[in-house]
């Protein structure tokens, strides 16, 4: 909806194309932003895994195990994030090959096969992995100041 001079609400039709664009701009930020935030938490686990005598320890546990768990996740949205990358390739390989071997200059992708299917699994897996780990070190944190 947008405003005209007088304050009446009309509403501005948008290109499909432009909602496919933006959608794509939306998606890989947002790959972007999970990537960074689970590869820090991933160097921050690597911290008080690997560190030596000098680093800060964490008074929570008595043992790794809970930071090995938050690694787990991160190192499984990393897994999902590169699965997803390789069905959508796939996906649009098929996609691809199907038009040029139709003669076609324009094409859909199949939303119905299963490598489409997938690549969107795989999507949301990712961030949810991500948001498992994040959400478990915050948890850790809180927990070990109370």
């Not at 794509?24 to 990537?35: A, T, Y």
């Not at 930071?67 to 649009?92: E, K, M, N, P």
Request: proline share 3%; net charge negative.
């Amino acid at each position: 909806m947008e405003w005209t001079k007088d304050r009446q609400e009309v509403a501005v039709k948008v290109p499909l194309t432009d909602i496919h664009t933006n959608l794509d701009e939306i998606v890989k930020g947002l790959s972007d932003k999970i990537r960074q935030i689970v590869f820090g938490i991933l160097a921050f686990v690597w911290l008080f895994l690997a560190g030596g005598p000098s680093t800060p320890t964490f008074h929570l546990v008595t043992s790794n195990r809970p930071l090995l768990g938050i690694g787990a996740a991160c190192l499984a949205s990393l897994l999902c994030d590169l699965a997803q990358s390789v069905f959508a390739y796939w996906s649009s390989y098929k996609t691809l090959r199907e038009a040029e071997t139709a003669g076609a200059t324009e094409t859909e992708y199949d939303e119905s096969d299963w490598r489409r299917y997938l690549q969107f699994a795989f999507f949301y897996a990712k961030i949810g992995f991500g948001v498992v780990a994040a959400v478990w070190l915050v948890y850790l944190f809180v927990a070990a100041v109370i």
